[in-house]
């Protein structure tokens, strides 16, 4: 029914069949700061396919933060072209960039970004109230995500009554809400200890092995290690792509989901087209 | 999608109670004003209207102008004359007197009393009608016969004879140089509500009789004023068509031009009247309406603090597909709800303060719906208009700039 549903409304959005689902090409970004033009990318050419793990690395001002604004549509480039699932992103007006955020993008921020006091079931909805999806579906489908991520039973907290592990767990809920072809993590581990950063990165490995693309923005070396591609920038520019494939693992056999026990996979979850 | 913003409003503002509240008090003051204003205006006017319809919409006097200067005496009215009138527009008057009246010292054996007498037909009792006592009222031989006889008011009579029932007593009154002794042939009671005493006064000191009117014009028989009360049958233009029928018969009656006559009539006085309250309540009004221009700037100043402060939340909002219309929806129903709400409450108050004030003086308000319509829809429009400018401003945010925002 939601699969229906989103196609249906999806209607200004073109279906373009590919398998990669991002390609850049000859992207730069320049930053206009009065005086001085600071070159944030320059020159970029990469491509990521559907179903891939992806960690792209690199110091401050390597540039990796303004690639993650322009992957996510949130920034677009100067020059050069940015496909996303087959659709040129340098073209699109704001309201059409603000859809493709909403239909084709899951973000997944370092410090949350939770509303607050919104209870978390309310917090996974909100993608799909920007979508219009219908409310009984809505709420439903929210639930049955936070359940997915192992906070079936805080659906009705608020983010300062979870921890930061729990909070980034309804982050992901939420990112996958609309079912979106591309999750994209920000330094999701970045305000997390330990322990919670591998629960969270076990998660992220468990959606990418139900066939989900995961683009994940870290510096941390033991984050980049759950990943099956690396890359890695330097002063704007792509300097090393290096592809480590991990043998597929089971769902349903992650470790320190909270509420313990064994979750079934969603599978309405899955990328669509994939 | 409407309902679900009106919620988020709903949770925005509670999360801000006091805030949401003190913000209100601007738009509570400024509507609560205006109604109350408004409505005591509009109270007014209906008790106005109400008194002109206990003397007689359709009373009016006619005179030669004042601004006549070559006053003849014939311009003045005879008795013949009003019978004349009266033969020829009979079926439209039902009342015609000379409006004389005079003020004198009444002594009986008993007391003595300043009294205020007014000249009348027999056929008063019919347009301006009082409950009789005791005996009866003036009839038409009283009238033919220019018999001394009075109808005299209830507590005037008590005043003057000791006792209510002063019918056959006796009094002596100087009226227009001629003493004589005046018979009491009734005596009567006016009901009159306490707003009707207040404004026009219950005659204080002063008592009040009646006598035929035709003893007031005699010796001389020529009166300045024709006072007639017109068919109550007949509609406002009905009305005024004949106002000008009369006048121009009287006009060629007198040998002028009926510009030279002037017609005050009863409506025209209401009229004039009921669009000054009117005036008056719209002016008083309009300067307590901007007391909600104040209300406004507080909500838009309030907007702008809120659109900070959710600066991030805005950011995340646009990164998970709001649409710049989406975010500038929601802030404006912010603080339309913030100032629908203050509206909504200053009516209540509004409309209590006159209900109150209604109560303590024992007259019957009025709140036209029209005006607390208005009042909403302009407490609605106020906070649109002055969340404009801060939703715009949230709308606009860069999301990246807001996501990053501390």
Same mark, same amino acid.
């Given at each position: 029914m939601m699969r229906r549903w989103l196609k249906s409304s999806r209607g200004e959005l073109p279906e373009i069949e590919t398998d990669e689902l991002i390609k850049i090409v000859n992207l730069c970004k320049v930053y206009d700061t009065g005086a001085v033009k600071v070159i944030g990318l320059n020159n970029i050419n990469l491509t990521i396919k559907k179903g891939e793990f992806v960690a792209i690395m690199g110091q401050s001002g390597s540039g990796k933060s303004t690639l993650m604004n322009i992957l996510g549509c949130l920034d677009r480039p100067v020059l050069g072209h940015y496909y996303l699932d087959g659709i040129d992103i340098s073209t699109l007006n704001e309201d059409q960039l603000s859809r493709i955020r909403n239909q084709k993008i899951g973000f997944v921020f370092q410090s949350f970004n939770l509303i607050s006091r919104t209870p978390a079931v309310k917090n996974v909805e909100l993608p799909m109230t920007y979508a219009h999806v219908p409310k009984r579906l809505r709420h439903e489908r929210a639930v049955a995500l936070l359940e997915r991520v192992g906070l079936g039973k805080r659906i009705e907290h608020m983010p300062n009554e979870m921890s930061g592990g729990q909070r980034q767990r309804v982050a992901i809920a939420r990112a996958l809400a609309n079912e979106p072809p591309l999750i994209l993590a920000d330094e999701p581990t970045g305000n997390l200890d330990t322990a919670s950063s591998i629960e969270i990165m076990e998660l992220f490995s468990a959606l990418h092995d139900e066939g989900a693309t995961v683009v994940v923005v870290t510096h941390e070396e033991d984050i980049a290690a759950f990943t099956e591609r690396i890359i890695r920038f330097r002063d704007g520019k792509v300097v090393s792509d290096v592809r480590t494939p991990k043998p597929a693992r089971q769902p349903g056999a992650r470790e320190g989901a909270e509420d313990g026990g064994e979750h079934p996979p969603v599978t309405a979850c899955r990328p669509a087209g994939s | 999608? &409407? &309902?679900?913003?009106?919620?988020? @409003?709903?949770?925005?503002?509670?999360?801000?109670?006091?805030?949401?509240?003190?913000?209100? &008090?601007? #738009?509570? $003051? %400024? #509507?609560?004003? *205006? $109604? @109350? $204003? +408004?409505?005591? %205006?509009?109270?007014?006017? %209906?008790?106005?209207?109400?008194?002109?319809?206990?003397?007689?919409?359709?009373?009016?006097?006619?005179?030669?102008?004042?601004?006549?200067?070559?006053?003849?005496?014939?311009?003045?009215?005879?008795?013949?004359?009003?019978?004349? #009138?009266?033969?020829?527009?009979?079926?439209?008057i039902s009342y015609i007197d000379s409006d004389m009246s005079a003020s004198?010292? @009444?002594?009986?054996?008993?007391?003595?009393?300043?009294?205020?007498?007014?000249? +009348?037909?027999?056929?008063?009792?019919? *347009?301006?009608?009082?409950?009789?006592?005791?005996?009866?009222? &003036?009839?038409?031989g009283d009238i033919k016969g220019r018999r001394q006889n009075a109808v005299m008011e209830a507590d005037s009579a008590r005043r003057l004879f000791g006792t209510e029932n002063a019918v056959g007593r006796t009094f002596r009154a100087e009226i227009f140089g001629n003493m004589r002794e005046y018979t009491v042939v009734g005596v009567y009671q006016k009901k009159m509500s306490a707003f009707q005493q207040m404004m026009m006064g219950s005659g204080g000191d002063t008592g009040s009789a009646f006598v035929p009117w035709t003893l007031l014009t005699w010796p001389n028989d020529y009166f300045y004023y024709c006072h007639f009360f017109a068919d109550t049958n007949m509609t406002e233009p009905e009305l005024n068509a004949f106002y000008s029928e009369l006048t121009a018969y009287v006009a060629k009656l007198k040998d002028r031009r009926p510009e030279d006559f002037r017609m005050e009539t009863a409506i025209g006085q209401m009229g004039q009247m009921d669009s000054m309250m009117a005036n008056l309540s719209m002016a008083v009004g309009g300067i307590a309406a901007i007391s909600l221009i104040v209300g406004g700037i507080g909500i838009m100043n309030i907007m702008l603090v809120s659109v900070t402060e959710r600066t991030r939340e805005i950011g995340i909002r646009k990164a998970l597909g709001a649409r710049t219309r989406d975010v500038l929806i929601q802030f404006l129903t912010e603080s339309a709800i913030l100032s629908a709400c203050g509206g909504i409450i200053g009516i209540i108050l509004g409309g209590g303060i006159v209900s109150l004030a209604g109560l303590a003086l024992g007259v019957p308000t009025i709140v036209k719906p029209g005006v607390v319509i208005l009042a909403v829809s302009f407490s609605a429009v106020v906070g649109i208009f002055f969340g404009l400018y801060p939703a715009s401003k949230a709308a606009k945010a860069d999301p990246i700039d807001a996501l990053r925002y501390e």
């Open positions: - | 999608m &409407l &309902l679900e913003n009106m919620k988020m @409003a709903f949770t925005a503002l509670r999360a801000n109670k006091m805030r949401a509240f003190l913000t209100m &008090l601007g #738009i509570i $003051i %400024g #509507i609560g004003s *205006v $109604i @109350a $204003i +408004v409505s005591i %205006g509009d109270t007014m006017r %209906g008790l106005f209207s109400s008194i002109y319809q206990d003397i007689g919409v359709t009373q009016a006097y006619l005179s030669i102008g004042y601004w006549v200067d070559d006053v003849r005496q014939s311009d003045y009215f005879t008795m013949d004359d009003l019978s004349r #009138i009266k033969e020829v527009f009979g079926d439209k004198s010292e @009444a002594v009986s054996e008993y007391a003595s009393l300043k009294f205020n007498f007014s000249g +009348v037909d027999y056929l008063y009792q019919e *347009v301006q009608p009082v409950d009789i006592l005791y005996g009866r009222y &003036l009839n038409a």
